[in-house]
Structures are given as C-alpha cells and as structure tokens.
C-alpha cells in the first residue's frame, strides 16, 4: 500500500469518522484492505470536535460512532434509546420515565449531566427545547441520519458553552438521491407497548449536479406499558419492609391529622385514618399506585427535514436546511388527590360522624403534659348543631388532609410540542486552499402541557367548610365533600366539583444566531512535514430566550399533588464569541513517527443577561492535542480542554418556590408510609431541632416519613450565577497490526472535572448539613421548615418549606475511565463475520453539592435518591454479525456490571409478597441481555430486518418503589438502564428506488 494511501487511512481513523470504532455499534470506519489491493475510497466527512473541515488530518480527540446498520439492527424508533445503549453513557429523561418525563428526551454524557453537553446536526446547533436550554432528541429526523458521533471531553472550543461532557453530533445523508421508504413495527411478548414507524425520503440533484435537494418526512406512535401489567410491577413494594403498600394517602381510607380518638393523655394520632364505621383509628390501607403508572411513555411524533444546496455562482454555494417536528407525550400517573395538604374542616360537616367530630375536639393541646383537649365536650356537642361561621356555637379544626382521587381516574398530562429550527447560508472558496461559511438560523420550541384529572385544592378546602344547609361559600358549584366515610362515599357529584377543569403550563424557547468561520491551509509546511499548517477563525452571536406561562390553576399551586406551583418564568441572554484553532502537522514520515500532529483552539466568549442589573460575564475556552504514529500499526493521541457551561434560563430566572424532591428518610419520622410505627422518636437535642423546625412536641414519635418517598424542598433561580469551568484531558491510542489484517483496538482515558458547579444540595446534604451537628442555633436546621401539624416534610407547600435546596457555583464533579473497543473482520468462505466489542469502565463518578461542606459523593455503582440514573463500574456491548448471501445475521450481548445501595443494608431482604420470591434490594447483581436481528435483503433494493430484543425474556432486578429518584426509580426497578418490558420483537422494511 502506498504512503498516500496509509496517510489518508489514518487521517481518517483518527478523525472524526474514524472512530467508527468506539462504540460496539459501531462498524469499522474504514476496514483494512484484507485482500490486500491498495485501493482505498473516503467519502465527504463531517469532522466533529473541531473547525477544520480538512479529512486528511490527523486528530486526537476519541470519537464513537453508532451507524445505520446498528439503528436498523435495534429497531429504535427514537434517538435517546440509541444513546443510552453505549457503554459509559447514563440514561437520562426518555421513554421509559414516566413521573418526572416533561415531555422531552435528553442525553447524559459521562453521568455529569444533561445539560452539560450539546447536540449537533451536521456539526451545527439547533435552538434548545427547554428552559434548561437542553435539545429535544425527539425533534432528530432518525430516517436521513448517516451516523451519530459521540465526542467525549470539553468541546467549548469549537462547540461554545456547555460542551463539558461532550457533545452527540447527528451526520445527515449527503447528496441524497432517489426515494426511500422505511416501516417498522414493534410489540412486546405481552401484546402491548406497540410502535410503529413509517418514514418517506426523496431527493434529487438539482442543476446538472449543481446542487441537492432532499426532504424526509416521519410518523412515529408509541402505546403504553403499565406497571400493573407485569407480576414483578403489580403492587409498589416498600423497599424498606418488602410489603405491597404504597404511598401514606389511602385510596378510600382517608386520613386526617391531629385527631385523638380515645380522649385521653397520649391518644393523640398525628394521621387518623377514616373506618369503615366512620371512626378514626391508625389503621389504614396503604394507596398502591403502580397499577395506574407505566414504563412506556405513550409518544406520537410527526417530522419533516428538508436541505438543499445550490452553486450559485463559480465557488460560491448557498445552502438551506429546516426542521419541524410536532411531539406528544403523554404521561401517566397514579391518582391526584390531597397530599398532606392543610386544610380546615367545620364540625358541622354533614358527613362528619359524632365519634369523627369527638376525635377532633379531643385532640391533646398539651401532649406530654396533662391533657387539655382543644375543645370541651360541651363545645364540641353545641357546635355541631352551628349552620354557619357566625353562629356563636360554630367552631373549626386545622388539619391536614391525605386522600387519593381514584374516583376521578389517574393523572394526564399530555405535552405537546411544536419545534421548528431553520438555516440559511452561504459558503465558498477565497483560494483554492482556503474556504469561507457563514450563516444564520432561527429556532424555535413551544410545548404545552395540558394536565387533567387534578383535584383542586381550593375545592376540597371549600368543600370541607360545610354546615347542615351546604357549603359555606356556594360558588363554584359546591357541594360539601364526604371524606368521611367508607368506599364509596365520594360520588360523581362530588368527584366532578372536586375535579374542576383542566390546567395549562406554556413553555417557549427560541434562539437566533449568526455565525462565520474561514478555514484552510496557511501555505506554511514545517519542514519535517508534508502537509501545510491548517487553521480556522471565525466570529459567533447567539440570543436565547425564554419563557413559561402558567394559567391560575398551575400558577397558583392549586393543582393537588402536581408537585408544586409553576410559575411564570421569564428571561434570556446573549454571547459574542471569537475562535481559532490550528492544526499543525510536525512531522511526516520520519523513522520515529509515521506521522505527529498538534492542534491547539482558543475561544473568547461575552455574555450579556437580560435582567435589571445587567449581569455580565466573560469566558476564555481552550484545547491542545496531540496525535504520534511511531509505526504504522499504532497511533497515541492525547487531549486536554478547558471548558464552561454558562447558567441557563431556569437556573437564572426562575422565582422561588416549593416543589417536591426524592427523600425516604427523616431524623424525626418515627411512622413510615403503612402506619408503622418503625422507631420512638428522637430525644435530647435532635427532639429540640424537630420542634425547632416547626414540629409540634406532640407529634414527636408519631412523624411520618416523607409521602411516597418524597418531601417539600424550596429552591429557585439565582441571578448571580457564574459559568462552571472544566477541565478534561484524554489519553488512548489506536492499534491496528498488520500482523493480524481486519483488527483495530482502540484504548482511551478520560477524565473530567467541573469546578464551580451549578447545583442544588442533595436532600441528604441539607439533612447532614443540620443533623451532623445538631442544634436550635445551627442556621442549616433553622431552614428546614417542618408540618406545623404533623411535623413531616410532606403537606401543603405553601406552609411546609421542608428543605432548602438552592442554586449556586458551590458544587465540584469528577469522573474518569477508559473505553476499549475491538473491531475485527474475517471471511469464511461464503460467510462474511464482522465482530465489534466496546467496553467502558467508570473508575469515579463523584458530585459534591457545596464544596467543601457536603463532601464528594460516589455514584459509579451505587443507587439511591442522591445517585439519580444508575451508572454501573463495567459495561459492555459485543455484536457479532454473520452474513451469508443475501443474509445477515445478527447478535448483540450487553452486559451491565453489579451495583449496590449507597447505604447497604438499609433495605429489605428476604421474601417478597405474591409468590415474587427471594431478594435483596441492597444488591442488584450483574445483567446480561441478547438481542437477535436478522435482515433479508429480498431484493437489491428492498430489505426486511427482524429482531427480538431480550431473547431470553429476563426480568428486571426488583428494588422496591422508593429507594431512589422518582424519575428513574418506579415500578419497583429502573426501567431506564433494565428492561422492565420483557421479550419483544420488531419487523421493519426498507424500499429504496
């Protein structure tokens, strides 16, 4: 083979199409010659991680690649599924979140965040979907994308902000022509969770091949898969006990706080539950919401992509490319209802039975010493009879209320989004070495979200203020609501005040921005190298902004159990940016190096912030690389780069308020979500803080744990926020011995560090921050703000603050491993073997909330409320495909290394209910899952692909319902890194003419 030909297969190995190899989706980028011919074909490359537009060159930067074959062969109907499967990457928002899924699909890179990194089509940004200016991988046109690139490492120099992770670069099909037509179908062994997918693309060269046109235009339906539908997902198990309970809000079973049933000293129950004789006891029936949540998002998707490029004139190009897509999700959860929301109740409720009324007056003002009911009997009896709130006789009860809406159905909401993004630009050539690109682009995002089958809270407070003649305030509609009595007692009239109408959140996103880059060679050649210096420079502007819109219902937080209110939000920033980089070719060919490039980039950056104090701050991003072929059968590359993320939207602008957060335990909860009593209470000091932080003494020994494993925090944007900063440097090499024709290696080390993080304390970290050192003075446990009525962290967010979860650059993560891959082809006789490995192993994956107070948390193979998406230590994926003729055979085994619960032998284990058999939630051992895929081409241009993924039907490992975050943590497992649908199989047909 010739030097040239050598020189330009390395290139483009170590390019960005050259990576092809490091994912196990991955197919060799360019296969070595294994008959030996020195023919050799490189088709137009998109570099990614890097200006220079120039394939020949060497660069340093790792790069995995998922290709066609690999999509078709998965039968994946969005790109997020894609994205997910690579080794080291961590699920993020996608299908499979269902409680915490706003409507979008993100990626997270390296487990540091989805928010710090950027998706690109054809090496350009689109316009965010969302206030954390994070894009939507719903809106990707899967049916003209060529492959994807995943590029590890701070990419702001050539990128701008918010490359610290790395960034997922779509490659679209180039100079498309023809017409191309795709139909898939999906559905699991149960018979639900169906997919379909049906894609039409057609293009054609326009002006005797002076230029392309192509359009692409998709459909895309996905059903639901409910949790109570799987044997493993029927009943939520608590993951401390292992019993099929659910949530402390009784589906009938009402519960009310501060009632005393027997009238004597120490009778008080912080949670009465309603009997069926319409009595109060501390009995109840746990709320099992599984059945009502499921593990597949319904999703329906329509898109269209079109580009087009014309020589307008001899070297002068204009180009065009837009973007529209309309998504609908909907998400399904358990019933709304009250969740521990203050409420109070007349005694002359018509529905509030004489022993319901007697418990309430009798509830123990002075518990602990002596007993003073808050009412006498006589009180108590008169005010019964009181019709109104001015009869002398009339007296009230505050409480709390905790009841689910199973009348009214599950909680729906359906987000529908509208994104469009468009281009339009103009490139040429100044020399015949040197080019220039400039363009501009709008997009824009508007998601609604329509939430349905909410009680209002200002209903069931209307409704509990009710005398003998009805409802004290008639508005409304209101009729006066029996949560008083057993199944059955809450009626359609009821359920239909109750329920009250539907609410809307508007979300709207856009960003402009104008860009230009000239890029080429400087005509300047060291003298130990054959190729010239490259270089790149260029200037950019972008304007976000952004906005949410809430009607009065949401607004206000009257929506029961939505989590808290959603305000209106409202804000926007811009950037002027410069950059340059170099590629510099040192040396060519010499006895010690095949070939030794170094590349360096620099970017200035200028942001302005919408607001009324005119915050501004500046940042500078560098890179340095350097690639070394001592031989022809190895390459070493290293990189380093100092990256920013600026302070998005929401992070900037969003007011204060009181939402829910993940969080099973409590220093001061003594009664968990089944009534049991798990503990006495806390004494001495720690008694001293919970009533410090408003508990009443009382209720010490008789606090709830947070609701359903979660608790009130209260957190909120910060205008003073700064960029974070990172640095992230690689070091691999590339291995492809002759001796052994068709086999490449590839070895990389990253490690990435971000100081001065955005970012909110865990729950525990507020909990520690207190509870490590406990005191009435200590500030950190002066902010917490408990139940002024039964001392937990759940209830009504506009009295119960619970924990302070702010923003600020006071946070640090960290994380390293190393990514191997093995690519290897052969042929045996009439069967054609192509096997690709990629492995990644996570040695750290640390987040520190507030540096220096809450210390480095560990998150590589441990799960729990702080550690969100599970990131396992090992993980590999190894296809193997056989072709013969006109088949290919295909078989993918994809391994997920053991994980642990962050504080082991904290939960359950032992023998589940409903003949589930043994486990142990503090261990989830390591997963093996085998796909199939086999395609038929029938004809030259109509092929049929068939899969079965998770051949062998394995289920889940169970961990219970509230051992981590909502969002990644439901149906008693992660639906998001496990399977949780089971077997399923996949046809799709490919027409090509």
């Known amino acids: 083979m010739s030097k040239e030909l050598l020189n330009l297969r390395r290139a483009a190995l170590l390019g960005s199409a050259a990576t092809l190899l490091a994912s196990s989706f991955t197919g060799v980028a360019v296969a070595q010659d294994q008959s030996g011919d020195d023919e050799f074909v490189i088709e137009e490359v998109i570099v990614t991680g890097s200006l220079i537009r120039n394939p020949n060159l060497v660069r340093s930067a790792p790069v995995a690649v998922v290709s066609t074959d690999e999509m078709t062969f998965q039968q994946t109907n969005v790109a997020e599924e894609i994205l997910r499967e690579i080794p080291g990457m961590v699920p993020s928002i996608g299908s499979n979140v269902n409680n915490g899924n706003g409507g979008f699909s993100y990626v997270n890179l390296r487990g540091i965040g989805s928010n710090r990194n950027i998706v690109l089509i054809d090496g350009q940004r689109l316009s965010p979907s969302e206030l954390n200016g994070r894009f939507d991988l719903n809106n990707v046109p899967l049916a003209l994308v ?17 490359a610290l992770g790395g960034v997922v670069n779509f490659v679209t099909k180039r100079d498309f022509n023809g017409v191309e037509m795709n139909a898939a179908y999906g559905v699991t062994e149960e018979g639900d969770g169906d997919t379909k997918r049906f894609e039409v693309t057609m293009g054609a060269d326009l002006g005797d091949g002076k230029g392309n046109a192509v359009v692409s235009i998709g459909y ?66 746990p709320f099992n919401f599984n059945p009502f949540n499921v593990y597949q998002t319904p999703f329906e998707r329509y898109n269209i992509y079109a580009a087009a490029n014309y020589e307008i004139a001899e070297g002068v190009e204009v180009y065009t490319r837009g973007i529209f897509s309309r998504n609908v999700v909907e998400t399904i959860i358990a019933p709304s209802g009250a969740f521990g929301d203050s409420v109070t109740v007349s005694l002359s409720h018509p529905y509030l039975s004489d022993a319901q009324r007697n418990a309430f007056c009798a509830f123990d003002t002075q518990a602990g010493d002596g007993y003073t009911p808050l009412f006498t009997q006589a009180e108590c009896d008169a005010a019964a009879t009181a019709t109104s709130p001015n009869d002398p006789n009339y007296r009230e009860v505050d409480t709390q209320l905790r009841r689910r809406n199973v009348e009214g159905g599950p909680r729906v909401s359906e987000y529908s989004a509208d994104y469009f993004d468009y281009q339009l630009g103009f490139r040429g050539d100044i020399t015949e070495s040197i080019s220039w690109d400039v363009y501009g682009s709008y997009g824009e995002s508007r998601q609604s979200q329509l939430q349905q089958g909410y009680w209002l809270k200002s209903r069931f407070r209307q409704g509990l203020l009710a005398g003998p003649d009805g409802c004290f305030d008639s508005s409304n509609g209101c009729v006066p609501v029996d949560f008083f009595g057993p199944t059955g007692s809450i009626n359609e009239e009821m359920t239909a005040f109750l329920q009250g109408g539907e609410s809307t959140v508007v979300t709207k996103f856009d960003m402009a921005q104008v860009k230009g880059v000239v890029s080429g060679e400087t005509g300047w050649t060291l003298p130990w190298a054959s190729e010239a210096v490259n270089f790149a420079v260029g200037g950019e502007y972008r304007k976000y902004s952004g906005a949410q819109k809430s009607d009065l219902l949401s607004k206000g937080g009257d929506l029961g159990g939505a989590g808290g209110a959603a305000p209106d939000i409202s804000g926007g920033y811009s950037v002027y940016e410069g950059v340059a980089e170099f590629v510099v070719p040192v040396v060519s060919d010499a006895s010690w190096a095949k070939s030794l490039n170094f590349e360096a980039g620099i970017r200035y950056s200028d942001y302005s912030i919408d607001a009324d104090t005119n915050p501004s701050f500046s940042t500078t991003t560098w890179k340095l690389g350097t690639s070394w072929t001592p031989v022809d059968d190895i390459t070493f590359r290293a990189t380093f780069a100092r990256a920013v993320r600026a302070p998005n939207i929401a992070e900037l602008f969003a007011p204060v308020t009181t939402n829910l957060t993940n969080l099973g335990d409590d220093p001061c909860a003594s009664v968990d979500d089944n009534g049991q009593v798990v503990n006495s209470g806390p004494t001495g000091v720690v008694r001293d803080v919970c009533i410090a932080q408003g508990a009443p003494a009382g209720t010490i020994g008789a606090i709830p744990f947070p609701a359903a494993g979660q608790a009130n925090y209260t957190g909120g944007g910060n205008i003073n926020l700064t960029p974070e900063k990172s640095d992230s440097w690689t070091l691999g090499a590339i291995i492809q011995p002759a001796a052994v024709p068709g086999l490449t290696v590839t070895i990389d080390y990253y490690n990435i560090k971000v100081e001065e993080a955005i970012a909110q304390p865990t729950p525990n970290d507020a909990l520690d921050a207190c509870f490590d050192n406990p005191s009435t003075s200590n500030p950190a446990c002066l902010a917490i703000v408990r139940s002024p009525i039964d001392g937990s962290l759940s209830g009504d967010e506009a009295v119960v603050k619970g924990l302070p979860l702010a923003f600020s650059n006071s946070g640090n993560l960290a994380t390293d491993g190393i990514d191997v891959t093995v690519s290897y082809g052969h042929t045996f006789g009439a069967v054609d073997w192509n096997s690709t490995f990629a492995g990644n192993w996570t040695n750290s994956s640390t987040f520190e909330a507030v540096t220096g107070v809450s210390g480095a948390r560990e998150c590589v193979g441990l799960y729990s409320a702080n550690c969100a998406s599970i ?94 975050s909502t969002s990644y943590n439901s149906g008693n497992t992660y639906p998001s890194t496990y399977d949780a649908l089971g077997r399923r199989y996949g046809i799709s047909a490919k027409v090509t003419f």
């Open 146 to 162: 060529e492959r994807v690139d995943v590029l590890t490492g701070g990419a702001s120099t050539t990128y701008g902000a918010d």
């Open 220 to 285: 895309q339906d996905s059903k639901p898969v409910y949790q109570g539908d799987r044997a493993y997902s029927v009943c939520s198990l608590g993951s401390g006990n292992g019993l099929c309970g659910g949530s402390g809000l009784g589906p009938y079973n009402t519960r009310f706080g501060n009632v005393n049933p027997t009238g004597t000293d120490g009778g008080n129950l912080a949670l009465g539950g309603v009997q069926d004789d319409r009595t109060f006891g501390a009995a109840f029936t």
């Open 871 to 964: 990131q396992p230590k090992f993980s590999w994926n190894w296809r193997n495909t056989f072709s013969v003729d006109k088949f290919d055979v295909s078989v993918m085994w994809r391994h997920i290394d053991g994980n642990s619960y962050e504080f082991e032998g904290d939960l359950f284990e032992g023998e589940l209910p409903d003949n589930l058999g043994y486990a142990n939630f503090n261990k989830i051992g390591s997963y093996d899952y085998f796909d199939l895929s086999v395609r038929y081409n029938v004809l030259e241009n109509v092929s049929i692909t068939g899969t079965v993924s998770n051949l062998f039907d394995k289920e889940p490992p169970i961990v219970g319902n509230d051992t981590g």
